[in-house]
């Protein structure tokens, strides 16, 4: 979690929005703010902020243990349990702390370790499941003793089990968000941390396995970043939860030696089949496609309806965006970031590709048909696939995108519409909010604040231009208007809509 270090310490600053309490009277319940900003609080990420003094964080962890008994709400959720034990114990163990822990503060340390063992978020899985297995761990290597010994053999269990399913063959998370895939890399290199420390024995076969499943997820994380360093954001991501890549791989690099890829200048060609991201690459310009399951079977909480929608960066610098994820609260913000429109993909009819309700429910789902991304030449690249997530409507309808990069000439974009019967089809791009669009018949213009012209988009084939506002969520709390463009076309299938994307300085 990138955390803001106030002036006051008892302002806290979580998902862009502050609250200071005076004198240190936490209110830890505080009903004026979102139950994610609550969350945040209770994980006490904030102790281990530099700046921060003993006095203070002292203050605020007597104060969490008097004001919040066992099953209090937000304080005693499991995923937030462990969130809190990790940082804690990361804190007491730092050098600058005395040597003595007080025994209220070890008495509540190991109550919460108790209480997270018997609620294990078995009915939940994914990134909370590790969370819990490496808060036992961290647990079972701060304490001694036979519950001690119990969290380590159980959370390293956990932590090992699910580096296999969790972390997929091409080294992405399972859940398909960048972000998420950013925490668990992190939470991984942690327990590499602890154990080459050298305090546990741990059987080296399991310490090597840990360390290959973790530098396949390095390498993923690296190989998807944008040329601005920083990820997509698909499904459920946003700029500043995680720690920045920069971070992550400093950390690696004085962990385990690890080395960063350098990206060539020529053009290059990625593929992830096993989460479905595909990029193509040349020097700064970067598009990345989406064309994955939405997330595991039984855990696609995290999903939006992104399937076959991309980011696009030009010289460095992001033009066309994902629309990313505004918070986690019932509301027009969450329903908007998972919706079809809010991504760079299309919709039929009005419909969604994935039926996605609630705010982590996902019912019927779209399901990638094929997906490839090749190399054609030293010049040129293509990416090609499709998604069953209209074929319950009438004719069967299934959507096919091909993206056809050339060096010279930019990136051609092409959806079709296969199936029978009159359907409309809509293709969304929503620009960076940096950049303003000017429709001149058929070419779209996409020009800085200053007025110089960075890109032109150009409709080939018919189809209804429209300009409109959406919406960007590059962080939680923070929502940008930005510049959408809709292409619409009606009829009987099969039905096709083409746009060209040139950058201004190939012109």
């Known amino acids: 979690m990138i955390r803001h270090m106030p002036a006051d310490e008892y302002e ?43 006095e203070s964080v002292g203050k605020l962890i007597s104060s969490w243990i008097k004001h919040n008994p066992p099953r209090t709400e937000d304080a005693w959720e499991p ?14 163990l730092m050098s600058e702390i005395p040597a003595r822990v007080p025994d209220l503060w070890l008495d509540s340390l190991y109550q919460q370790a108790l209480w997270l063992e018997c609620n294990i978020e078995y009915h939940i899985l994914a990134n909370h499941y590790l969370k819990n297995g490496k808060a036992l761990y961290f647990a079972g290597v701060f304490f001694e003793g036979r ?12 932590l090992s089990n699910e580096s296999d399913e969790q972390i997929l063959s091409d080294g992405g998370h399972y859940e398909r968000s960048p972000m998420y895939h950013s925490i668990v890399v992190e939470d991984y290199l942690d327990i590499l941390n602890l154990i080459l420390s050298g305090s546990i024995n741990v059987d080296s076969s399991v310490v090597d396995h840990l360390r290959v499943k973790t530098q396949s997820a390095l390498e993923y994380l690296d190989q998807i970043c944008m040329p601005d360093g920083d990820i997509p954001l698909f499904n459920d991501s946003a700029f500043h939860v995680a720690n920045p890549p920069a971070a992550i791989f400093g950390y690696a690099r004085r962990l385990v030696d690890y080395s960063r890829q350098s990206f060539q200048k020529r053009l290059s060609v ?21 064309c994955g399951m939405v997330g595991p079977d039984y855990q696609p909480g995290h999903a939006h309806c992104d399937t076959l929608s ?24 969450r329903e908007y970031a998972r919706c079809t429109r809010a991504h760079n993909t299309v919709s039929v009819d009005g419909y969604e590709q994935s039926e996605v309700w609630g705010l982590f429910r996902v019912g019927r789902r779209a399901r ?3 997906a490839s991304a090749f190399r054609i030449d030293g010049k040129r690249a293509r990416f090609v696939g499709s998604h069953d997530g209209f074929r319950h409507l009438p004719g069967s309808v299934v959507h096919s995108r091909t993206v056809d990069y050339d060096v010279q000439g930019g990136w051609t974009v092409e959806d079709n519409l296969s199936g029978s019967g009159q359907h409309r089809m809509e293709s969304f791009i929503h620009l960076h909010p940096d950049l303003n669009a000017n429709v001149i018949e058929d070419k779209i213009l996409l020009s800085d604040a200053s007025g110089k012209l960075i890109a032109t988009i150009e409709v080939s084939g018919g189809g209804d231009i429209k300009l409109t506002k959406g919406w960007y969520f590059p962080e939680f709390g923070k929502k940008m208007d930005n510049a959408m463009i809709t292409i619409r076309k009606s009829g009987v299938l099969p039905l096709r809509i083409q746009y060209k994307i040139r950058k201004a300085s190939a012109a």
Not at 13 to 20: A, E, V, Y
Not at 310 to 333: C, M, N, P, Q
């Open 12 to 54: 806290f600053h979580f998902l862009n929005q502050s609250r200071t309490f005076q004198d240190g009277n936490i209110d830890w319940a505080c009903a004026c703010m979102s139950k994610l900003w609550r969350y945040n609080l209770h994980y006490f990420d904030y102790v281990i902020d530099p700046g921060r003094s003993a």
């Open 147 to 158: 519950d001690a010994q119990r969290w380590l053999e159980k959370g390293l269990d956990i």
């Open 310 to 333: 991309y980011e696009l960066a030009i010289d460095g610098r992001r033009v066309i965006v994902d629309s990313g994820v505004h918070d986690y609260e019932k509301g027009a913000y």
């Open 368 to 370: 990638p048909i094929s």
């Open 270 to 290: 990625i593929e992830k089949p096993g989460s479905g991201y595909y990029i193509i690459r040349n020097d700064t310009d970067m598009i990345i496609v989406d």
């Open 79 to 92: 995923y937030t349990v462990s969130l809190r034990i990790v940082n804690w114990i990361k804190y007491f």
